[in-house]
């Protein structure tokens, strides 16, 4: 591709949940931004959640000129992509539908910009098999919502070149995102991962009889997740070996771990334990809607955000 230009406008490609985010947060950042969704009332929903979370967008900082003004919509997808310098797409998570739709983006948009998908499992070799200039057309995966949570994975494809990678990871990382960089295609990527293999054990445990939701929950939220906010596991492991660090640890607790891996197992997965959770959550809500529950985890995510930025700023 040609030496990609500086990113000014940017196109929206698909309104939902993450979309929608995704706008906010660019809105946020001061770009002009032009989303496209071919859904009925999808204008009217997108401008309803950036005026809801545009409060929660100005905690974490506006930049100058960053304002929902500076929004347009369009239910045309080549208007939308024409002047476009950077794409972030946000379609279903059809693979069919993702080949289709990035031969499409790719036909639409000048040669030297950037298309970026969210997708949160299919993997950019498969996504990019039709488009005429592929080594242009990378993931960057963000973490729900992106306008507060500031990982996204970027990993390419097999036909995406080094300089679009490179570009992606320095355009997320100017926009106050924290970007990494996975070397490897894995389906579900990494962060997904991750977060499975832990509720997976969640689950099993619940299926044991050996905590109830709420329990379970706890066990995790006020337990290794309040760590795991401030640093990572490899992190904290060398502090948990004391004096003598992650090599104090990887020789004496390492192997301990290692032999209760053994015993990690997969649930068996029926009706009845999706229905006990099902009924633990609504139990654990206590009568809080979706949209209370949200406020309340973004209220704290701010917090525990600015509280990072201060230290490592420091």
Known sequence: MNSP???QRIAVVGTGTIGASWATHFLARGFDVTATDPAPGAEAA???YVEGAWAGASTLGLAPGAS???LKFTSDLAAALADADFVQENGPERPE???KLFADIDAATPVDSIIASSSSGITMSEIQAQCRHPERTVIGHP???PHVIPLVEVVGGKQTSPETIDTAMAFYRSIGKKPILLKKELPGHVANRIQGALYREV???ISEGVLDVADADDAVSWGPGLRWGVMGPSLLWHLGGGQGGIQHFMDTLMPRM???WQSFKSPEFTPELAKQIVDGVYAEANGKSIDEL????DEMLFGLIATRDKVEGT
């Open 97 to 99: 539908l993702k080949v």
């Open 46 to 48: 997108l401008r309803s």
């Open 68 to 70: 929902p003004d500076r």
């Open 5 to 7: 230009k500086s990113v």
């Open 258 to 260: 290692v032999t209760q």
């Open 203 to 205: 689950v099993y445990l």
């Open 143 to 145: 973490f729900n919502p």
């Open 294 to 297: 949200a406020a309340e985890r």
